[in-house]
């Protein structure tokens, strides 16, 4: 295996990220949003997240070339979830199966923990039982499932929401 380089994204890295994210939004259910994002858009989201606070964005580098991305969001926008961030996490396709994502998520979740985040949410769409194994080992446990919320492919899907003290 090439090795691998888990590192603060850079705004350099943002049209292979939003070329990553891209992979999940065309053809599965695993993200909500209906259309491609534009490496624009990305750019807006990533000039959005702090330089030093809990919202940040981590990448796996494998051989020089970055194959995944991790980041945090706000869990929702009123004060005092301040202390919640929501985790997402997302490899190019032949990078998943790798052993990759517990190392990336976990640099991610030491980093938003010292930037005084206390909670961490996940939100995954179900079915995705390699998901949910990957949340339970890194010590997310789930608290609830929201039936039928989200419209993609031509059907309704629900989500599980999993919940990590930081």
Do not use: C
Request: glycine residues 10%.
């Amino acid at each position: 295996m090439d090795e691998v380089v888990y590192r603060r994204a850079r705004a350099a890295d943002v049209p292979r990220i939003t070329e990553i994210y891209n992979t999940v939004i065309v053809d599965s259910h695993v993200s909500f949003d209906g259309e491609p994002q534009t490496v624009d858009q990305r750019r807006a989201w990533f000039e959005g997240l702090s330089a030093e606070g809990p919202h940040q964005a981590w990448v796996a580098e494998a051989g020089g070339r970055v194959v995944g991305v991790a980041y945090s969001s706000p869990w929702k926008p009123k004060t005092g979830y301040a202390g919640t961030v929501e985790t997402t996490i997302v490899f190019e396709p032949a990078a998943t199966g790798r052993g990759l994502g517990r190392g990336l998520m976990e640099h991610l979740l030491d980093a938003v923990r010292e930037a005084g985040a206390e909670q961490a949410i996940a939100v995954v769409a179900l079915p995705n039982d390699p998901s949910i194994r990957f949340h339970h080992a890194l010590g997310y446990r789930t608290v609830g499932v929201l039936e039928d919320v989200g419209t993609k492919l031509g059907r309704r899907w629900s989500t599980e929401i999993l919940q990590k003290e930081l």
